[in-house]
């Protein structure tokens, strides 16, 4: 009898909001292998280092600054061509997932799949293991340890400033007997920690869920409590994005006002963010496009459609996944005063992805007949029997909050004027998240702001 292979990816994004720390519990006693994460200097606080006197003690802080800084590099410091094949699968897999939103806010968090498909593919064979190395744009296995292990530590960080952290787990049933050299290449490649217990017991489901809250902030306790795994589950893979840091120059609270969204099925009223600073502006034939930095990491972006263009359409269109993944390289720019308004909204979404999935070419592993697990265990056969996506993400004046969880048991812009543009989000838009390697961590599409 094809057993159950369950699949459950969780990502979290928080800008400057802050959540709640989750004590260990429940999962400790299931815990096989705990992941080591690399160490890291903290930050240093500048108040510390101010004087009664008011004299600021530079040394100190150049030390300590130091220390951060050689951490900081050496996690951002990956191999030449790391990100090779990443633009072909991104490309890919976004408009495959966003295309389709019937009018609804939508968002997804490709490097949080990416991450869950290279595990995937580590635990499947044969063509099973070909179809997702085809969708990742990979050669084989080895490569993809390279890229999948640069492509953790180029997003990793903790250093009180800044949090992004890609976590990854097994969750293994206590029948079945695994292979050790497949549970060591994910320990060594992917970071993940391993659990074993008994499938759909309520304390093995607790365990899980205890864990996630612990990876995500606790900002996922309701949709984590939902989470539970079959008996008949052989293994559930976990993966997770945290993210957090700030706004560099976050929006003041007495610029937001109300004004009008344009939303598909009419006008509705909501709080604008208002802030003018000289930045970049783009502009291309069918869009134009702001980003905002976040302090010690990536950008937010800001992508609005011409009029009668909708954001589906742009995302449809090669050009915009090439402007986006070229940090806006590939539109005409100019540096100039930015008058920029972005509406406060929240957006959640839920989609499956087995059929993406298979639209992109990933077929076997959701067949009994076909599916090949056979690096992981030679116990008994399994198959994907579901693959789940769910996202949020939160905008406000201190900054952006944004989750996500998958389960697996896809008219021409004219130049600004010479010195300064209103650049207003009052009509559905598309949102991305960039980590510090310009990588997407989110990926959305407001249709209507909601907060």
């Not at 709080?271 to 034939?285: A, G, I, K, L, R």
Request: glycine letters at 6%; charged letters at 25%.
């Amino acid at each position: 009898m094809k057993r159950v292979i369950a699949i459950l990816l969780i990502s979290i994004n928080i800008i400057s909001l802050t959540a709640c720390t989750q004590k260990a519990g429940e999962n400790e006693k299931y815990q096989v292998v705990a992941a080591e994460y690399p160490s890291m200097a903290k930050y240093p606080d500048e108040s510390k280092y101010t004087k009664l006197n008011g004299d600021f003690d530079s040394d100190g802080f150049d030390k300590v600054y130091d220390a951060w800084w050689a951490d900081r590099k050496k996690q951002m410091d990956q191999p030449d061509g790391y990100r090779d094949g990443l633009d072909s699968y991104l490309s890919t897999l976004v408009p495959q997932l966003l295309s389709e939103t019937g009018g609804e806010n939508k968002a997804c968090s490709p490097i949080n799949i990416y991450m869950a498909l290279a595990m995937l593919a580590e635990v499947t064979d044969g063509n099973s293991r070909s179809q997702i190395l085809n969708l990742l744009d990979c050669n084989d296995i080895n490569s993809l340890h390279e890229k999948a292990s640069a492509v953790w530590n180029a997003n990793y960080c903790d250093d009180g400033a800044v949090t992004s952290i890609l976590a990854n787990s097994l969750w293994m049933n206590d029948q079945i007997k695994f292979k050790q050299n497949t549970l060591d290449s994910l320990a060594k490649y992917y970071y993940a920690s391993s659990f074993r217990g008994e499938m759909g017991s309520a304390a093995y489901d607790k365990a899980l869920q205890e864990w996630i809250n612990q990876q995500t902030g606790g900002l996922l306790e309701e949709q984590a409590s939902k989470l539970s795994m079959d008996p008949e589950t052989i293994l559930a893979l976990v993966s997770t994005i945290y993210f957090r840091t700030k706004w560099d120059g976050e929006f003041s609270e007495s610029n937001t006002k109300q004004d009008t969204f344009h939303a598909d099925n009419g006008d509705v009223t909501c709080d604008f963010m208002h802030q003018s600073n000289t930045n970049t502006y783009y502009w291309s034939e069918r869009f134009s496009a702001a980003a905002k930095k976040l302090e010690g990491s990536g950008y937010m972006w800001f992508i609005r459609p011409d009029e009668g263009i909708t954001p589906e359409e742009l995302l449809a269109d090669e050009h915009t996944m090439e402007f986006l993944l070229s940090s806006g390289e590939k539109a005409e720019s100019k540096f100039l005063m930015v008058n920029l308004a972005v509406p406060k909204f929240d957006v959640a979404s839920d989609m499956e992805l087995k059929k993406d999935l298979m639209n992109l070419g990933i077929t076997d592993i959701f067949d009994p007949e076909t599916a090949d697990f056979s690096p992981m265990t030679d116990d008994t056969a399994a198959y994907l029997s579901q693959a789940k996506h769910a996202v949020r993400v939160a905008v406000d004046e201190e900054g952006v909050t944004a989750a996500a969880y998958t389960v697996m048991m896809t008219a021409g812009a004219c130049a600004p004027p010479e010195e300064e543009v209103d650049f207003i989000l009052n009509r559905p838009f598309i949102f991305a998240i960039t980590g510090t390697d310009g990588l997407p961590l989110f990926v959305g599409i407001v249709h209507q702001p909601q907060v």
